[in-house]
């Protein structure tokens, strides 16, 4: 079974930053990507950035030269800096990972089968 815990969300103003931590656990494999994906009110999950093991990265075109995606192996967590915070980026976010399906690519939603409960952000225009 597969644990991933969302943390560091919360209330921020435009032009701010946030860092969001994911710390997994269980059957994960330390090549598994894992990814964040976001849900705004009203609209579908989108993925906006993702790593593989070896620091392979993915980001959406909306948070690219924003939000930077890292991990540490040692210590089972995933990051998500996010600088420049605009009002569009509220949303609640989730972290994502392959648990042994089809990895149809870092940047395909497909790829994703578990997510956690998930972190809100909220920004303030």
């Known amino acids: 079974q597969v644990q991933l815990v969302e943390s560091g969300g919360g209330l921020v103003q435009a032009g701010g930053s946030l860092r969001l931590s994911c710390a997994y656990s269980?059957?994960?494999?330390?090549?598994?990507?894992v990814g964040w994906f976001r849900q705004a009110p009203g609209k579908e999950r989108e993925l906006i950035a993702a790593i593989r093991w070896n620091s392979g990265t993915y980001y959406a075109d909306s948070v690219k030269g924003r939000f930077t995606v890292s991990r540490d192996n040692a210590k089972n967590t995933l990051y998500l800096q996010m600088n420049s915070l605009k009002f569009e980026d509220t949303a609640v976010y989730y972290c994502a990972t392959n648990t042994g399906g089809p990895d149809y690519g870092l940047g395909a939603h497909q790829t994703y089968d578990y997510w956690g409960q998930g972190t809100q952000v909220t920004v303030s225009s």
């Open positions: 269980g059957r994960t494999r330390i090549s598994s990507p």
